[in-house]
């Protein structure tokens, strides 16, 4: 089935620093998704985003499907922002099953 | 407010015991997803349902087992076949392929 791999695993920044995770996986995939999980084990999605760019305030989002990889950018980073973030594909080749990375853990130091 | 529900929010298991976990959810989705969370690891799916009165395995599915009876509940059985139970369970729902998923709060389970 589809690797997923995140990187970097951790990241501790201070506030108002900005950040970008990676997201890169090993086969063609339905779409991609990006989320964050609260330190209190909450997860929202963030983005939907099998292909292109989106933005939504000081987050944004690319997805370069032909490369097999996606960026989630962090500007002026809040301590709110800590937690860990999550890519997570659709395997197509698996029932479009739904394959989670181990996520990119951000502590944000005020 | 339209969302997915779990409960109970922790729950304790005796060695030998089965244990039911709650996922509702009231945004009209017809697909469903239980996932389990390792401390640091990632999200692993146990089950997942597409349609009422049916369900298929997951990655890891041993141990674990479900029903779909009704569109907006999808309950998870731990039983005592499961050996390592202990992990933070989550519950999803979207409206199918291709769609947003939606999390419940989690459900963290612990073994005597």
């Known amino acids: 089935g589809i690797q997923v791999e995140q990187s970097p695993p951790d990241l501790i920044l201070q506030e108002g620093a900005n950040s970008t995770l990676r997201c890169n996986f090993s086969?063609?995939?339905?779409?991609l998704q990006w989320f964050h999980q609260n330190p209190w084990g909450q997860l929202i999605n963030l983005f939907y985003?099998?292909?292109g760019t989106k933005q939504n305030g000081r987050l944004s989002a690319t997805t370069v499907a032909t490369e097999r990889y996606s960026l989630l950018y962090i500007s002026s980073s809040q301590t709110t922002d800590s937690g860990v973030y999550f890519c997570?594909?659709?395997?197509?080749?698996?029932?479009?099953?739904?394959?989670f990375g181990k996520g990119t853990r951000l502590h944000i130091l005020p | 407010d339209g969302g997915i529900t779990q409960s109970p929010k922790y729950l304790f298991r005796k060695e030998g015991q089965n244990v039911t976990l709650s996922c509702e959810q009231n945004?009209?989705?017809?697909?469903m997803y239980w996932y389990r969370q390792d401390p640091g690891q990632g999200l692993r799916l146990i089950y997942y349902?597409?349609?009422?009165?049916?369900?298929q395995k997951g990655d890891i599915a041993e141990g674990y087992s479900v029903s779909r009876e009704k569109k907006e509940s999808f309950p998870l059985t731990v039983t005592s076949a499961q050996k390592n139970p202990t992990a933070f369970y989550l519950c999803?729902?979207?409206?199918?392929?291709?769609?947003?998923?939606?999390f419940g709060p989690g459900t963290r389970l612990l073994v005597l």
């Open positions: 997570a594909v659709e395997d197509w080749n698996r029932d479009d099953k739904i394959i």
């Open positions: 086969d063609s995939v339905n779409n």
């Open positions: 985003i099998p292909s």
């Open positions: 945004l009209n989705h017809d697909a």
């Open positions: 349902s597409q349609i009422v009165n049916d369900f």
């Open positions: 999803a729902s979207n409206d199918g392929i291709g769609e947003t998923q939606y």
